[in-house]
């Protein structure tokens, strides 16, 4: 199967900085990128919908202007965390389609972010 | 994409045959079955998928009921590294949206 690199799988850092995670399909261009967010104990929730050279697609209820992606090419996308604060601490999960994979979506190894 | 339902938890023994249930009777004619899994705390992981003929793979075989209304995942030889918690979604296969996932059901593998 596909292998979709995430990058850092874990971060602390002080509240109102910012935090920058990766995401690589290493072995395919993907043509859309997914962002969720996962609290403990909860299943995953869709935070937006990335094409490349393209603006991001949000869900209802999660601030654009907060949580900034990036999809400059067909292999990365990035999140950026604005101002992080406390509640802000979750695992951030991205994932990566393709139409050379059937549309199976293949996801990164996740990061953990905690805001202190 | 079509509701599935499955059951929270699960328990197995390992070296025995974990069989995951899934209700899907919503089904619709174009839409497939597909099954991922996490384990804590990492990213979820693709097994297998099928519309209506029985599939396997090298992880899991998947057997479709003929009125396609429901599914069960099947792990042969269910060892520790098993546990985790399987989801059942159904969709299209060109779709382009994300994966919606529920509760899943949470394996438990037990020595």
């Known amino acids: 199967g596909a292998v979709v690199s995430q990058h850092p799988s874990w971060v602390i850092c002080k509240s109102g900085t910012s935090v920058k995670i990766e995401c690589r399909s290493l072995?395919?261009?993907?043509?859309?990128m997914f962002w969720y967010r996962q609290f403990p104990k909860q299943s995953l929730m869709l935070m937006a919908t990335?094409?490349?050279?393209?603006?991001?697609?949000?869900e209802q209820g999660v601030e654009k202007d907060k949580f900034l992606i990036n999809h400059a090419s067909l292999t990365l996308s990035t999140l950026t965390v604005t101002s992080a604060h406390p509640e802000d601490s979750s695992f951030y999960i991205c994932?990566?389609?393709?139409?050379?994979?059937?549309?199976?979506?293949?996801f990164g190894a996740g990061t953990r972010l905690s805001v202190l | 994409d079509a509701k599935t339902t499955q059951p929270p938890s699960m328990d197995c023994a390992e070296g025995r045959a974990a069989n995951l249930p899934c209700n899907h009777s919503?089904?619709?004619?174009?839409?497939?079955v597909y099954w991922y899994r996490q384990i804590h705390s990492q990213g979820p992981q693709y097994i297998i998928h099928?519309?209506?003929n029985n599939e396997t793979n090298e992880m899991a075989s998947l057997i479709i009921t003929e009125d396609r209304k429901s599914s069960t995942l099947i792990l042969p030889h269910a060892t520790l590294r098993d546990t985790a918690v399987y989801y059942c979604?159904?969709?299209?296969?060109?779709?382009?949206?994300?994966?919606?996932f529920g509760k899943g059901t949470s394996l438990l593998v037990t020595p």
């Open positions: 994932s990566a389609r393709s139409d050379r994979y059937k549309n199976i979506q293949y």
């Open positions: 919503t089904i619709s004619g174009n839409e497939y």
């Open positions: 979604i159904v969709r299209p296969l060109n779709s382009g949206y994300a994966l919606n």
């Open positions: 990335s094409n490349e050279g393209s603006k991001a697609t949000y």
């Open positions: 099928g519309l209506k």
């Open positions: 072995d395919f261009q993907a043509t859309t």
